[in-house]
Nanobody, 124 residues
Framework: QVELVESGGGLGQAGGSLRLSCVASGRAISDYAMAWFRQAPGKEREFVAA????????DYADSVKGRFTVSRDNAKNTVYLQMNSLKPEDTAVYYCAAGPKYSSRSYQENYDYWGQGTQVTVSS
């Protein structure tokens, strides 16, 4: 069993930056591909970014490519999402997830463990 706890959300300005963290407990995250998803009000949850177990490979949704960076520190059992050049449309609850297959990284069904989410609100 893996417990994931996100932090770092809050209110950001358009053009500004926020950094989200996801700390895992219960099992080493080095066994898992890790991802970030988000859900805006009235919308379905969507894929944001993923990182392979080694950290060597990453992938991003087109909407955040070039602005967001996902990284991991397996020694600290932590995954990060650096969000730069924020836009109001980035406003959402952001979720961290852990799953077995990086090859299925954008599919929610791939992920066995989810955090409770952290709210990010970007003002214009």
């Amino acid at each position: 069993q893996v417990e994931l706890v996100e932090s770092g959300g809050g209110l950001g300005q358009a053009g500004g930056s926020l950094r989200l963290s996801c700390v895992a407990s219960g099992r080493a995250i080095s066994d898992y591909a890790m991802a970030w998803f988000r859900q805006a009000p009235g919308k379905e949850r969507e894929f944001v970014a993923a990182i392979s177990w080694s950290g060597r490979t990453t992938d991003y949704a087109d909407s955040v490519k070039g602005r967001f960076t996902v990284s991991r520190d397996n020694a600290k059992n932590t995954v990060y999402l650096q969000m730069n050049s924020l836009k109001p449309e980035d406003t959402a609850v952001y979720y961290c997830a852990a799953g077995p297959k990086y090859s299925s990284r954008s599919y929610q069904e791939n992920y066995d463990y989810w955090g409770q989410g952290t709210q990010v609100t970007v003002s214009s």
